[in-house]
Nanobody, 124 residues
């Protein structure tokens, strides 16, 4: 069983950058594909980005493609989400999630472990 803790959220400005981190413990990190999801105010949770077990394959939601970058460091048991060119509509609680598989997935139902979330607020 893996425990996930996100950090790095906070207040950002439109056009600026933030970097989220998600530290994993309690499992073999490289056995999990990882994902980032977000829940915007009044909306359902949505997929943001995902990465396979070794970081060789990534996939992004169209809304963040070209602005956000997901990466992982298996030696540090950490996955990152670099968010550039922030927009006010990126305001959300961001969650990292772990999937017991080497393959990534865009579906939240395929992830068995979730962090508590970190708030990102982007001002215009």
């Amino acid at each position: 069983q893996v425990h996930l803790v996100e950090s790095g959220g906070g207040l950002g400005q439109a056009g600026g950058s933030l970097r989220l981190s998600c530290a994993a413990s309690g499992g073999t990190f490289s056995s999990y594909a990882m994902g980032w999801f977000r829940q915007r105010p009044g909306k359902e949770r949505e997929f943001v980005a995902t990465i396979n077990w070794i970081g060789a394959r990534v996939y992004y939601a169209d809304s963040v493609k070209g602005r956000f970058t997901i990466s992982r460091d298996n030696a540090k048991n950490t996955v990152y989400l670099q968010m550039n060119s922030l927009k006010p509509e990126d305001t959300a609680v961001y969650y990292c999630a772990a999937r017991w598989s080497t393959y990534y997935s865009t579906s939240g139902t395929e992830y068995g472990y979730w962090g508590q979330g970190t708030q990102v607020t982007v001002s215009s």
